[in-house]
């Protein structure tokens, strides 16, 4: 059957400031959702949180960009915004950048990421959820996962998959893409997906079939608020065995953390921990950023699971390297690289300071 796949986001209220969300918020999720599955517009649906933002996994038949799933998330963000706000949590709902629902929340703030495919007889999927982080987190993952050998062996050894993916590239700013094929343009996309600021993996495609193996979401909130309102805190989908990396191939590259940009005030490098969901809180220093995995088997479109993927002692020595190396990067304070450069702190009191200060600068 051909299925769709939407894992939809938003922080619409901190528990306690930007550390979680509140159960009461998370059960009126689960409430909406229930609510239209029964009435038929979902297969089924799954709400999960990762630090202080709620997520919404739905499995329908209603395609991308559906403005009935879309309308579906938004007014659960919103009914969740209000719970919130009875709470008095930290920041109700401030994901939700726009005043009314128009059509498809891309670009009104919430995070997105969605796939349609028939589904296999046996279709695994792993959806990975991220906090205290921006949208080109998933740019090395996904790199490792589908292009590198020295990650995943099925690249060389599987005959289904050694004709390697091809890569859909998003440019946030300039809001453009390209596509470019592995291994043939390694090097060329590795100039661009280097620079995961500017830069996002937004899909992934098996070579040969041209069928969809991953997607990610690419909003970056400060562009579309033109301020600083908060982290974009990515989800990624990524499906996985037969032609498609195994499960252990696409949890590799986490074992050995990457320095993402987000953590306190968005403004700050910090390691990427994998943690199991009940440790997703983030709390030092408003972090040090998290990411979890839930791995799904998807049955008639029935979600069957998850498993929580991180939750795993193979993990613990990637969770102490994370630890130390926020050790490290908090010796630097204010200074950069743990404090983003200038250009992007554009969205902060940055111009701020400039602008009070520029009559004082004098010509050397």
């Excluded at 007889?121 to 921006?134: H, L, R, S, Y």
């Excluded at 608020?225 to 996985?240: E, F, H, L, N, T």
Aim: charged residues 25%; negative net charge.
């Amino acid at each position: 059957m051909d299925i769709t796949l939407s894992v939809i986001k938003a922080d619409v209220g901190g528990y306690v400031g930007h550390s979680s969300c509140h159960p009461d918020v998370i059960q009126k999720a689960r409430e909406s959702l229930e609510g239209a599955k029964e009435g038929g517009l979902l297969v089924d649906y799954h709400v999960t949180a990762c630090g202080d933002d709620v997520q919404l996994i739905m499995a329908h038949q209603k395609g991308e960009n559906s403005e009935q799933i879309h309308k579906l998330a938004w007014d659960t963000f919103v009914e969740c915004t209000n719970v919130a706000r009875s709470l008095k949590l930290h920041g109700a709902g401030q994901d939700l950048l726009a005043d009314a629902f128009s059509g498809n929340v891309k670009g009104m703030g919430p995070g997105v990421a969605e796939m349609q495919f028939t589904e296999r007889e046996a279709e695994t999927i792993v959806i990975f959820m991220a906090d205290k982080t921006a949208s080109g987190a998933w740019n090395l993952p996904l790199y490792k996962i589908f292009a590198d050998p020295f990650n995943t062996i099925g690249l060389v050894i599987a005959s289904n998959m050694h004709s390697g993916f091809t890569f859909e590239i998003h440019d946030l700013k300039e809001h453009q893409k390209i596509s470019l094929s592995s291994p043939e343009e390694i090097y060329d996309m590795l100039v661009f997906i280097g620079a995961p600021g500017r830069y996002a993996i937004k899909a992934v495609y098996h070579k040969d079939t041209g069928e969809i193996a991953a997607v990610s979401s690419t909003e970056k909130l400060s562009l579309i608020a033109g301020r600083y309102v908060g982290k974009d805190d990515p989800v990624c989908i990524v499906r996985s065995q037969g032609k498609f990396p195994a499960v252990g191939e696409i949890l590799e590259p986490f074992a050995s953390p990457h320095i993402v940009q987000g953590w306190m005030r968005g403004s700050h490098h910090g390691p990427l921990m994998p943690v199991a969901v009940r440790d997703s809180n983030p709390c030092r220093f408003d972090g040090p950023p998290r990411v979890i995995a839930a791995g799904f088997q998807l049955a008639n479109g029935k979600l069957v699971g998850p498993r929580d993927l991180f939750d795993d002692p193979a993990f613990d020595e990637a969770r102490h390297q994370a630890n130390t190396m926020a050790d490290f990067l908090r010796r630097m304070g204010p200074f950069e690289p743990h404090r983003l450069p200038l250009e992007e702190m554009e969205y902060t009191t940055m111009p701020e300071v400039a602008k009070k200060l520029a009559s004082r600068f004098q010509p050397i």
